[in-house]
C-alpha cells in the first residue's frame, strides 16, 4: 500500500475518532438533562425521558462499536498489517479502504463471513 495514501486514511481515521468522541460527550451532556429532568412531571413526561434516553443510549452503542472499529484500524496502521484482509492474505482495493476506512476484510470475505453469520 502507497504510503502516502495509508497516511491519509490515518488523517482520515483520527478525524472520524475526534468527531464521535464529540458526538459522545454531547449525548452524554443530553443524557445528564434528561435524567435530571425526569424527576419531575407527569407520566408522559416520564415516560418520554425513558424513550428518550433509550433512544441516546443505543445511538451511543453504534458510535462506540464504529470507535473501536477506528481504533483497531488505526492499531492495523502502527502494527503495518492495515489494508490486509485476514482471512485471505490479499490486500484490501484502496477503494474499499476509501469508502470505509476501519474495514478490516476484502469484500469478498466479508460477504462470506455475513453469509455465514445469518
Excluded at 488523517?11 to 435530571?36: C, F, M
Excluded at 488505526?74 to 474499499?96: H, M, Q, W, Y
Amino acid at each position: 500500500m502507497r504510503k502516502e495514501f495509508q497516511d491519509k486514511l490515518k488523517k482520515k481515521l483520527i478525524a472520524q475518532r475526534n468527531e464521535i468522541l464529540d458526538t459522545l460527550a454531547g449525548k452524554n451532556e443530553q443524557l445528564s438533562r434528561l435524567v435530571a429532568g425526569s424527576e419531575t412531571g407527569d407520566d408522559v413526561d416520564i415516560a418520554s425521558d425513558t424513550i428518550d434516553r433509550q433512544l441516546l443510549n443505543s445511538l451511543g452503542m453504534a458510535d462506540q462499536n464504529r470507535l473501536t472499529a477506528i481504533n483497531n484500524a488505526l492499531d492495523r496502521i502502527e502494527r503495518g498489517t492495515f489494508g490486509v484482509c485476514p482471512s485471505c492474505g490479499k490486500n484490501i482495493p484502496e477503494a474499499r479502504l476509501e469508502a470505509i476506512p476501519y474495514a478490516v476484510m476484502c469484500i469478498d470475505c466479508q460477504e462470506k463471513a455475513e453469509r455465514s453469520a445469518r
